[in-house]
Every structure is written in structure tokens, then in C-alpha cells.
């Protein structure tokens, strides 16, 4: 009697541990089956934790990779990363290993360039009074502005006016004939000259005439 219940009891125990595999393969089949779906569906973050629960009850490389995906397509670069190189490491041989090490080289540019975005300054946050708590930005000292030229002032007025031109000087001596004691002289040579010629005439002889009223030939 104690020798069948113990059988039994062995078998029992046979029997469990011959299914725990098959009950870890279900349920890591169930998961991956919930985060297909999800992954379809385009919800990656419940993706992402049905893999990882499908990876707990039976770790295969597979899982791995498309925990790497669900967290590539959700923008988490840096876990996508992780899990790909989880992925080569876990499977050396994998037969998508090429487009996987590209799938990396990718993902590392992605990485740099995101932390270097991330972590430019300024990396301060404004208080709602709108003052920013930063440092002030040196300021340029103001530039000296170069002379300004008086513009030349503009006639209003538009009556037009005369200018009055100066008269050209005498530069040279007066001619004879405007001096007035040139005209004097010349006035008295004039008269004694006339003066002359009447007493000439006057002092030549003449014939007496006759009484016959006849005219001297000679």
C-alpha cells in the first residue's frame, strides 16, 4: 500500500516536471501572440512589455529583437540600441546579423546627435513672471555714429532777386581826346587860325572898280 502512494506520487512528479517546459513555452507563446498585436496596432510601449514577458518564460534571442524594434518605432533610441546588441550577443549567428550591425551603426549617429540636442544650452526653465533665471547675454556697446553734414539751408522766399554787379575800374589812363584841356587848346588854335585867315583875306588889294561897272580881267 505505502509502496503504490509513493509510486503515484512519483509519477506525479514526473509527470509535472515533463509539462513545465510546455507551460513556459505557452506562455511565452501567449505573450509574444498579445505583442504582435499590440505591435500592429502601433501601441509599442505594450509591445515592448509583452516581449519582455515572453523573454522571461522562455529566453530566446528572438524576443530580444523585437523588444529592439517596439523600442526603435516608439523613439527610444538608446533602448533600441541596447537590445540589438543584446540580440548579436545572444545570437552570434544570427542570420539577420547584417542588416542588425547597420541597424547599430545607425542607431550610435542617432545617439550622438540626440545627446548633443538634449544637452545644449540652455538648459534653465523660465519662472512664470516671464524673467529668465540665465545669465544676461553680453551686450555689444553701442557704435559711435559718424558726424552729421549740415545740409545747406533751402530758400524759402521766392521772390527773385537782383544782385548788383560792380562796374569795372579804370585800369588804364584816360585817351586825350577825353580831357578837357586837350578841347581847350584845340578850341584856341581853331579861332587864332580863323582869325588869321580873315586878315588875310581882308589885307589882299583889290582893284578899285569903275564906274562903267566893268570887272578886272587880270
Known sequence: MKGTAAALVLCAALVARAQAPATDTDQARKHFEAG????NLGEFKRAVDEYKAAYN?????????????????????????FFYKSYLSNSPKAPNRREVEQRIHQLEVQVQEQRAVTTAPP??????????????????P???????????????DLTPTVTATAQPKDSGPRPLYKKWWVWTIVGGVAVGAALGIGLGLGLQPTAPASQLGTTRVF
Open 123 to 140: 538648459n534653465t526653465t523660465v519662472p512664470p513672471t516671464g524673467t529668465i533665471t540665465t545669465a544676461p547675454e553680453p551686450v555689444e
Open 57 to 81: 518564460s522562455k529566453a530566446d534571442p528572438v524576443f530580444l529583437y523585437n523588444i529592439a524594434q517596439a523600442y526603435r518605432l516608439d523613439g527610444n533610441l538608446p533602448q533600441s540600441l
Open 36 to 39: 504582435s498585436k499590440a505591435f
Open 142 to 156: 553701442p557704435r559711435a555714429e559718424p558726424p552729421k553734414v549740415a545740409e545747406p539751408a533751402t530758400r524759402t
